[in-house]
């Protein structure tokens, strides 16, 4: 097998098992339409399934019977999966919890060293502040996010970036002291929190992967499961910052 | 009359939904079965893209319920059963149906408006049938 074989068979492996009768790049569009658009994993299994079933049938390739993969996707009006606000930003809690921390262990890291204090400034404040609305905003019109990211992925960095440096200068800008704390607590509390925030997402994983997979409608059971890799990957996702912040923490207290 | 006619998207899009219903009225079946049924009855090719966004509002007005079932080696099929609404539907757009061609059919054929002069050509129009306004559909 070639490597470009091999690299699609890895691609295309849900498309092929899900619909072997049509192209795999028609399919690897709708489906990405579909997800796009929020409609629920097992929804858009069952449209892929019907399309296959119809080309089987008919010996005619999608493009033929179907036309554009994408203008097909958005014509069956398929419902979304529309989530409460509330449980948009439930579920972005975990996330946001450990950038938080992450961001306090780093700020605090050095004045704990010392057994300094750590000083809370104004722009600090302002800039955590922003970037939670920021999360929420996001978290709540994830579908539109991800739609601008893909189609649009230059300008979206550019976006991003520019965003990033707005926030940097707030804090070096508006550097008026509100507070200080002892460091060390601060640097405790927050790896503790770090810690508490990737559990939560662990948990998160587990159910997400479940309640979303393109499972074809006459699947057996055992059809069901994710792959082992794929549940793996999930499984560990969240502990990669978490342990990337406590080794350099403690590699930074050792040499420091 | 080949199944290989091609009618105008315009006539077929104002009919479809009718057929379809129609075509589910004999019993449960899948897509491509009511796409079969259509061409033999002389009305054209029906592509998927056509009739599966078609059968979903279908489904989504309550006119059919879906049930999937496993094909005879090939992958499984979702077939779609007319609903005690939808059937109420295909006799009733039916009905209005065969009002609404039985007057097109009566104007078209019909007599010029105006009294014709001896210079005019008119064209030779197909004589007006006889419809009947109470349909045979099955329940």
Request: proline share 7%; net charge negative; charged share 20%.
């Amino acid at each position: 097998m070639t490597t470009h074989e091999a690299r699609d068979r890895r691609r295309y492996a849900l498309e092929r098992e899900l619909a072997p009768h049509v192209e795999e790049t028609w399919a690897e569009a709708f489906i990405l339409e579909l997800r796009l658009r929020g409609v629920p994993g097992p929804r858009i299994a069952d449209a892929l399934v019907e399309a296959d079933s119809h080309c089987a049938e008919s010996g005619t390739p999608a493009s033929e019977a179907f036309g554009d993969a994408v203008e097909y996707a958005a014509s069956l009006e398929l419902p979304t999966a529309d989530e409460p606000v509330g449980q948009r930003l439930h579920d972005v809690l975990p996330m946001a919890l450990q950038v938080v921390a992450v961001l306090a262990a780093t700020w605090s890291m050095v004045d704990a060293r010392q057994g300094g204090a750590v000083e809370i400034t104004v722009g600090a404040v302002v800039a955590a502040v922003l970037l939670a609305g920021e999360c929420a905003f996001l978290s709540v019109l994830v579908e539109r996010f991800f739609r601008t990211v893909v189609e649009h992925p230059v300008r979206t960095w550019f976006v991003a970036m520019a965003n990033m440096g707005v926030l940097v200068l707030l804090m070096l800008a508006l550097d008026g002291v509100i507070a200080a704390v002892p460091a060390r607590p601060v640097l405790a509390g927050s790896l503790v929190l770090m810690l508490v925030g990737a559990v939560w997402q662990a948990r998160h994983n587990g159910t997400d992967v479940e309640e979303d997979l393109l499972v074809a409608p006459l699947a057996t059971p055992t059809a069901l499961q994710p792959s082992r890799a794929h549940a793996m990957a999930l499984r560990l996702q969240p502990w990669f910052l978490p342990v990337v912040v406590l080794v350099l923490t403690a590699v930074f207290w050792v040499l420091g | 009359m080949s199944e290989d006619v091609v009618w105008p998207g315009e006539w077929l899009r104002g009919v479809l939904g009718l057929c379809v219903l129609r075509a589910l009225a004999d019993g449960p079946t899948y897509g491509y079965a009511i796409a079969s049924r259509l061409a033999a009855a002389g009305l054209g090719h029906v592509k998927g893209g056509t009739l599966y966004p078609l059968l979903g509002r279908l489904e989504a007005a309550g006119h059919v319920t879906v049930e999937w079932r496993q094909g005879e080696g090939g992958p499984g099929r979702k077939y779609y059963s007319l609903t005690a609404t939808g059937e109420r539907e295909l006799v009733s757009q039916a009905e209005r149906w065969l009002t609404f061609s039985g007057l097109t059919a009566d104007l078209v054929t019909g007599p010029p408006a105006a009294a014709a002069s001896p210079t005019s050509t008119t064209a030779e129009l197909p004589p007006p049938s006889t419809t009947t306004t109470t349909p045979e559909v099955p329940r």
